[in-house]
């Protein structure tokens, strides 16, 4: 398959791996402005579950265009992930401290024929900074869910986010949600639940 995307006024062509698999996830995530609390660094150290690791690196996403959420374009570590949201199911009450939505994502990984000559830095893309906690959770021998804990940094201001994704299924998200919640100092609501497409059109591009 080939792909066009516009890039200062030049055409990068993608070509989709046909030998990788196209990944199907479920998904959840909030976003909070400012730094991470020191609370909830603990609480991520401390009292989730599952095994972890961490890294930091710079992403670079394709700005949308509002309301244009469903689909997440970006520029990682040498690659381009296309994402596009499959379905979005009703806000999930998870009890008074947590409500959020989940998202049934598919992505691929693309490769541009010059790949290497590849700058995403003009006015199209926005860099956002990542310092990232992450911990897995084996659901079955074929499912796993990553819990993430994501110190940001985007046009010079600071945010972090909370996200879980899952190659398992809704009953298995939703019952980590739930225990995560259990136990997480900070309150997480509806308004602060979204994936980075809505994020990066509606609170990051109006700053």
């Not at 006015?123 to 959770?137: I, P």
């Not at 985007?154 to 919640?181: M, Y």
Request: hydrophobic share 35%.
């Amino acid at each position: 398959m080939k792909y066009r995307i516009a890039d200062s006024g030049n055409n990068l062509q993608l070509t989709l791996k046909e030998e990788a698999e196209m990944l199907k996830t479920l998904e959840m995530r909030w976003f909070k402005p400012g730094d991470i609390p020191t609370s909830v660094r603990e609480w991520f150290e401390k009292d989730c579950m599952g095994n972890g690791e961490g890294e930091s690196r710079t992403d670079w996403y394709l700005i949308p265009i509002a309301p244009c959420d469903y689909l997440n374009i970006k520029f990682r570590q040498g690659r381009l992930e296309i994402k596009w949201r499959e379905k979005q199911y009703p806000t999930v009450n998870l009890n008074s401290q947590w409500q959020g939505i989940m998202e049934a994502w598919v992505k691929w990984l693309c490769e541009a024929e010059s790949m290497e000559g590849f700058l995403p830095q003009h006015q199209g893309w926005v860099a956002v900074e990542k310092a990232r906690s992450q911990r897995q959770v084996v659901l079955s021998p074929t499912a796993r869910c990553n819990l993430e804990l994501t110190q940001l940094r985007v046009k010079n201001q600071p945010w972090w986010t909370v996200g879980l994704e899952s190659t398992g299924d809704e009953e298995s998200l939703s019952a980590i949600a739930q225990q995560l919640s259990q136990t997480c100092p900070e309150t997480l609501t509806e308004k602060d639940a979204s994936a980075y497409p809505h994020w990066l059109a509606q609170k990051v591009m109006l700053l």
